[in-house]
């Protein structure tokens, strides 16, 4: 017989059924290594809790703000008014467009002033929106690779408390010199409990690690067609810059 099928066969004995849902007293029914493994599920979720919070408003605030942002920038752009883009873009900081397209029109306002050829001009833009691009998204990026970790380790460390309260139940066993469900009952729920939270650990943190990537390709997209566009633009601006 496996494991498995032995603990199942105590559950199936005849018990009287409990009355309500005790979080306290299956504490207290638990031994500290169950306990251990609870608790670093705890801080696990508030870990992924946080960073759920903590992603959700900046990703709503950029979109917010982007979605003034774009309409207002774009305007001043085509009546040739760089300071008053840059000006909007500076209110506007939330915003991961605001934050590359200033990039881009800082760089070419600077080279504006200077004596270098168009083209030179051009591409110093382009670069200057390419590291913008790459520190903006590593930002959009920052905590949603732990929801990732926590999505796929989770379960495992559940499971380890399981093998834990398996444990625990057949040292009851041995210590009680019997099969009934008084002598293991402890270890059984030591084991369905430590699997229930790690799963319930687990499954939010995958979801919400799939929404948020989702949202990052986004406003990768975003950031691209904007610096794409803002490049246009300075080219146009600069007389098609040719060498």
């Known amino acids: ?17 409990p009355t309500s849902f005790d979080p306290l007293g299956m504490w207290r029914l638990m031994g500290w290594p169950a ?4 608790i670093v599920l ?3 979720s508030a870990w992924s809790i946080g960073v759920m919070i903590d992603r ?20 001043a752009l085509k009546d040739g008014k760089i300071d008053e883009a840059i000006s909007i873009a500076e209110q506007n900081k ?16 600077a080279h504006q002033v200077s004596a270098e050829i168009p083209g030179e001009t051009i591409e110093a833009s382009r670069r200057a929106l390419e590291r913008a691009s790459a ?6 990026k920052r905590g949603v690779s732990s929801l990732a970790t926590i999505g796929s380790t989770a379960p495992f460390v559940g499971l380890f408390g399981t093998v834990l309260g398996i444990i625990h139940a057949f040292q009851g066993i041995s210590a009680e010199h019997t099969t009934g469900i008084g002598a293991v009952a402890g270890g059984i729920s030591e084991a369905l409990v430590t699997t229930a939270i790690g799963l319930f650990v687990a499954i939010p943190a995958v979801w919400f690690y799939n929404y948020f990537t989702s949202k990052i390709e986004a406003f990768d997209v975003e950031m691209d067609n904007s610096s794409s566009e803002l490049v246009d633009y300075f080219i146009k601006r600069s007389g098609g810059g040719k060498k």
């Open 56 to 75: 959700w408003i900046a990703y709503q605030s950029a979109r917010k703000q982007s979605r003034v942002f774009a309409p207002a920038v774009a305007n």
């Open 94 to 109: 939330r915003s991961h467009l605001a934050k590359v397209v200033t990039a881009g029109l800082q760089e070419f306002q």
């Open 1 to 17: 017989m496996t494991v498995t099928s032995i603990v199942l066969g105590l559950l199936l004995q005849a018990a009287p059924p």
């Open 35 to 38: 306990r251990t493994v609870v």
């Open 42 to 44: 705890f801080f696990m």
């Open 135 to 140: 520190i903006v998204h590593a930002e959009l």
